[in-house]
C-alpha cells in the first residue's frame, strides 16, 4: 500500500505579492514558499514572524505548483510525527537561519529551535527517510524542488516523485 506526501511550492510572480517574498524568489527563483501536506489534509509551514504551524487547508493552483511525493504508510507516520514535534517543541520562523541560505556564517547565529519553510519540510521530509544527503541549513524553496526533480544523491532512488503541471503549451508540458 502506498500513501501520498504533496509538496507544495509558492510561486509569488502570480499575485500582487510582499516585498519579502519577491525578494526571496529573486535571490533564488521561481519559488519563495513551500508547505508540506499530509493526506489527512493538514499542512505543516512556518511563516514569517510566526511559530511552526500543522493545520487543515486548501491550494489554489494558479498560485502553488505541486510536487506528489510517493511514499509508504509508515513514512507519512513518521513525516507527520516529526511536523507535531516542531510544533510542539516550539520552533519558530528565524529571519537569521534564513539569511544563513545565501550568507553561510550566518548559520552560526541562529537560534536552536529556528527555521524557516524548505528548512522544516526537508527536514521532515528527512526523517521520514524521504530525504538523504540534503543539508537543509542552505536549501531555499526552490532547491528543495530541484532536489525533489533531480535523481541523485539528494533523494533516495526508490522514492518516485510525481510533478503535477500547472499549464499546458502545445505539446509541451511546462512545470511552472
Not at 526552490?142 to 532536489?147: G, K, N, P, W
Not at 500547472?166 to 505539446?171: I, N
Request: glycine share 6%; proline share 6%; net charge positive.
Amino acid at each position: 500500500m502506498s500513501s501520498t506526501l504533496r509538496m507544495w511550492f509558492y510561486d509569488p510572480s502570480k499575485g500582487n505579492d510582499s516585498y519579502f517574498n519577491s525578494m526571496v524568489a529573486m535571490i533564488d527563483g521561481p519559488y519563495s514558499h513551500t508547505e508540506l501536506q499530509f493526506p489527512n489534509g493538514l499542512a505543516c509551514t512556518v511563516y514569517m514572524g510566526c511559530a511552526v504551524s500543522l493545520r487543515r487547508r486548501t491550494f489554489d493552483t494558479k498560485y502553488y505548483t505541486l510536487v506528489n511525493v510517493p511514499c509508504t504508510p509508515q513514512q507519512v507516520q513518521a513525516a507527520e510525527a516529526a511536523a507535531r514535534t516542531f510544533v510542539s517543541e516550539g520552533y519558530a520562523f528565524s529571519n537569521v537561519a534564513m539569511i544563513g541560505t545565501v550568507f553561510t556564517p550566518a548559520n552560526l547565529l541562529r537560534g536552536p529551535k529556528s527555521t524557516f519553510c524548505s528548512k522544516l519540510n526537508a527536514d521532515i521530509m528527512q526523517s521520514a527517510g524521504l530525504l538523504s544527503h540534503l543539508n537543509t541549513s542552505n536549501l531555499t524553496p526552490s532547491a528543495l524542488y530541484r532536489s525533489l526533480a533531480t535523481t541523485g544523491p539528494s533523494r533516495q532512488s526508490t522514492v518516485a516523485i510525481d510533478f503535477v503541471p500547472r499549464r499546458q503549451g502545445s505539446g509541451i508540458t511546462l512545470l511552472r
